[in-house]
């Protein structure tokens, strides 16, 4: 069965919560590439603590936090999927530029790959305003193989994704592939985006804002949907309550059960009401199995 990856990309303003939500949204929600922009870390940066969920592998973009400073990208792929990785470093390692890109070449079981770019762009009037974009184009064109999806906080407004604006041409060399002209911050701008290689943009790469996967940030979170090979099913796991963190997996539920009606007027109801509930039970579990979602990368 051909399936279409989900990728989803997220900035949650250094927000400990939105971070923590972000990665058990996207677990209950079957997402198999998490992008993150602006993720949470502690301020000591010598121990590299981040959010971690352990369904999920994370990858920073530098190997030493106290040379290149706070990550301004993580990422982070699903395990148990059958998808191989392999992190790219095209630029100088452990420089404070190359904390705002992260490179991760995927491969599926079937030997298939994809390069997926993670960027935080810093605004103009900002430490490193635009450098990370400006160095997207310094790349050979023969770096961006024909399978590339880029997606993150780009805070570059153009009349291309915002009919409002007008601005000087975009030096990309990707193809747009998220919605035009729908805000992706509170303040109404089009800041988030996705692209893709033209290939993977003529097979039907699509990219849109997920707000049912909405993090409390004061961003909107985009998926993307590539057909790109066959999926890997992971295996099932018992649910084992004498390894879980009470506290993590108390909180956790909470947060998944909010705004959630307990009232059933009909079996349909009652049927999703069920659903539901079990979902919220089940990325509990996951996220505060053996551990708690916080801990350091190495």
């Not at 160095?135 to 009349?159: D, K, S």
Request: aromatic share 8%; with cysteine; charged share 20%.
């Amino acid at each position: 069965m051909i399936y279409h990856y989900p990728t989803q990309k997220l900035n949650v303003g250094h927000a400990p919560d939105a971070h923590e939500i972000a990665l058990t949204l996207a677990y209950i929600s079957d997402i198999d590439i998490i992008l993150i922009q602006e993720p949470y870390t502690f301020k000591d940066l010598s121990r590299q603590i981040t959010k971690k969920h352990l369904s999920y592998e994370c990858f920073s973009p530098t190997d030493s936090w106290a040379i290149s400073g706070r990550p301004r990208v993580l990422t982070y792929v699903r395990k148990k999927k059958g998808i191989r990785t392999f992190q790219l470093r095209p630029f100088t390692t452990d420089t404070k530029e190359a904390s705002d890109l992260l490179f991760l070449q995927i491969f599926s079981s079937t030997g298939k790959s994809a390069l997926i770019v993670n960027i935080y762009n810093t605004p103009a009037g900002s430490i490193r305003a635009g450098e990370a974009a400006k160095a997207l184009t310094t790349l050979p064109e023969a770096y961006l193989p024909q399978a590339t999806i880029l997606a993150g906080n780009l805070n570059l407004l153009h009349n291309r994704w915002q009919l409002s604006l007008y601005c000087s041409p975009t030096p990309f060399g990707l193809v747009l592939i998220s919605d035009i002209d729908c805000p992706t911050h509170e303040r109404g701008n089009v800041l988030d985006l996705s692209f893709a290689s033209s290939p993977l943009a003529l097979a039907g790469a699509k990219a849109s804002i997920a707000s049912h996967l909405d993090a409390t940030s004061d961003h909107q979170p985009l998926i993307t949907t590539v057909l790109w090979d066959q999926r890997y099913k992971e295996t099932a796991q018992k649910l084992r309550f004498n390894t879980l963190d009470h506290t993590s997996f108390l909180s956790l539920l909470a947060s998944n059960l909010a705004g959630t009606e307990s009232s059933a007027a009909t079996e349909e109801d009652l049927d999703a009401f069920a659903e539901k509930l079990t979902s919220a039970i089940q990325g509990a579990y996951r996220g505060s199995a053996k551990r708690t979602m916080t801990q350091g990368i190495g």
